[in-house]
């Protein structure tokens, strides 16, 4: 079956450190994209990348970075320079070209201590 | 510029009553418009879409929404909800940028259904 793998699900990580963050996909789609949801703000986009090669920052992409060298896989690295990085951590897919419409993996949940 | 507003944060609703979850937006062109579901720690899941034609659209679950162009609005409704649709809702709408379709999302309604 078609899908997007998050890795890891439950992330637990001391301050100062960087997190790597997986998304992995099957489903053939050139658009991929990166989300943080934090409780009562919704979703806001970190980072998206609509071929391989090449990614563009979003709303909040400080203290983030982001790969695209193949088309299946779209890490994002958490680094130390992220002031508040504890949140839910969402990769979609654009399913509808032309419309927007996103398919999204199963989030990771990252937690600094 | 695009925005999204989901006024109700939280909707208590008792078993087999309707509900209605609001969702407004501007936007200065065409949008296309959304509702997805999420539960408790996973990821978002399509409900439903408006994207042309009729402006009443169903979705999965049971679940409806009305596309009202004057009002700006997208409210999302079900008949009779069960225990199942408790869960966390997000209106979100879609246009075209620069070749790049950028989406903005609400900030979310949960959704508790009371046995």
């Known amino acids: 079956d078609g899908g997007i793998t998050q890795s890891p699900k439950y992330l637990f990580r001391k301050e100062g450190q960087n997190v790597t963050l997986s998304c992995e996909q099957n489903?053939?789609?050139?658009?991929m994209y990166w989300y943080r949801q934090d409780p009562g703000q919704g979703l806001r986009l970190i980072y998206y990348s609509q071929i391989v090669n090449d990614f563009q920052k979003g709303d909040i992409a400080e203290g983030y970075s982001v790969s695209r060298e193949k088309k299946e896989s779209f890490p994002l690295t958490v680094t130390s320079a992220q002031k508040n990085p504890t949140a839910f951590y969402l990769c979609?897919?654009?399913?509808?070209?032309?419309?927007?419409?996103?398919?999204f993996g199963e989030g990771s949940r990252l937690t600094v201590l | 510029a695009q925005s999204v507003t989901q006024l109700d944060s939280q909707v208590p609703v008792f078993e087999e009553a309707p509900v209605e979850l609001r969702c407004n937006y501007s936007s200065s062109v065409s949008v296309y418009l959304f509702w997805y579901v999420q539960y408790p720690n996973q990821g978002l899941q399509l409900l439903l879409k408006y994207l042309s034609g009729s402006t009443l659209v169903k979705g999965i679950n049971g679940f409806e929404a009305e596309f009202n162009k004057s009002q700006t609005s997208f409210h999302l409704r079900k008949p009779s909800v069960h225990i199942s649709d408790t869960a966390e809702y997000f209106c979100a709408v879609s246009r075209n940028s620069g070749g790049y379709q950028k989406v903005t999302f609400g900030t979310g309604t949960k959704l508790q259904v009371i046995p």
């Open positions: 489903l053939n789609h050139d658009a």
């Open positions: 979609a897919t654009l399913s509808g070209r032309n419309t927007g419409e996103l398919f």
